[in-house]
């Protein structure tokens, strides 16, 4: 019967696509536990309140080139294009009021 | 002698930027200095070798033989993204100096078309692996040649008396394409 050939490829096809996905999960999930480096807290935070987009519009090399550049004080600007004014204020707003590791508020603003 | 010109057709006659039009994202956006256009060039290219070298050891080892040539497209995407992280955090741990001029501009490449383009491109052409290898170093090589011209032009751009409605990105955009015009007159060479 010609469709049971065609069930088994499908199925074969599957188990393939899972087994690869699978295996990069896995690679990926043990490469976060075993190469994790210690970052500013604020850094994740505040790349999360960003679109995430990485057009580089800003200037900087992706929204994390961004957010570092704001964080160790290379700029006090925060430039995010494709954002609204909304989501800019709201991490100005946050990256004012929080304490980096060193006890120290950045003091920025939006574009 | 085909390498030779398979790597001056690939660098200067189908510049992937100037002719196909791709990557022009970072091209704007990590062309404001040198130094950085250096660094997003040298990431370009150790992301664009080493996926299209693991891109196409699955295609012939795995898909070919299994006949699911039809799945290379989300298969080639998966794998190229997977294999950019898992670099960026081994870049991240091992080298902070490494990491401070390749690592950061690897995530802007993740889903950078010329990624895909040349694993697809590889496959397409019927490229041997030393074939493939030429290629997946001559298209980024071209990539960066051209990134790290525009670079220098903006730098001078910026001091320029351009008209107020033109600063910025619209003198970039017709920088690009003053530049295309200049490279399609290499598309006799070879």
């Known amino acids: 019967m010609p469709y049971m050939k065609e069930e088994k490829t499908v199925i074969k096809v599957f ?26 807290k604020r850094q994740e935070k505040a790349l999360e309140m960003l679109p995430g987009y990485n057009c580089g519009a800003c200037g900087y090399p992706g929204c994390s080139g961004m957010i570092a550049a704001l964080l160790s004080g290379e700029t006090d600007t925060l430039q995010c294009a494709p954002s609204t004014p909304e989501q800019r204020q709201a991490i100005v707003d946050y990256l004012n009021s929080e304490e980096g590791p060193d006890g120290e508020k950045l003091n920025i603003r939006s574009i | 002698m085909k390498l030779l010109s398979l790597a001056l057709a ?7 930027v100037l002719t196909k ?7 704007f956006g990590v062309s404001r200095n040198f130094r950085s256009a250096i660094g997003m060039g040298l990431a370009v290219t150790f992301v664009i070798f080493g ?11 795995i898909l070919l033989p299994n006949g699911m040539e039809y799945l290379r497209l989300i298969t080639f995407i998966l794998v190229i993204a997977s294999f950019v992280q898992l670099t960026e955090m081994f870049i991240k741990k091992y080298s902070a100096s490494l990491y401070k001029t390749l ?18 491109e590889n496959i397409t052409m019927k490229y041997t692996l030393l074939e493939t290898c030429v290629n997946s170093l001559a298209v980024p090589a071209g ?12 730098e001078r751009l910026e001091g320029a008396d351009t008209p107020r409605a033109w600063k910025g990105v619209p003198i970039a955009l017709i920088t690009a394409a003053l530049m295309a015009m200049a490279f399609s007159g290499l598309a006799g060479i070879i």
């Open chain 1, 15 to 40: 188990v393939i696509m899972f087994i690869i996905g699978a295996f990069l999960g896995a690679m990926l999930m043990l490469a976060n536990r075993f190469l994790a480096v210690k970052e500013d």
């Open chain 2, 10 to 16: 690939a660098i200067l006659v189908n510049n992937v």
């Open chain 2, 21 to 27: 039009y791709l990557g022009l994202c970072p091209f």
């Open chain 2, 51 to 61: 996926a299209s070298l693991i891109t196409y050891f699955l295609y012939y080892l």
């Open chain 2, 103 to 120: 690592g950061i501009y690897l995530p802007l490449i993740t889903t950078n078309c010329v990624v895909l383009y040349v694993a697809q």
């Open chain 2, 143 to 154: 990539y960066m040649l051209v990134l790290v011209l525009f670079a220098c032009m903006r």
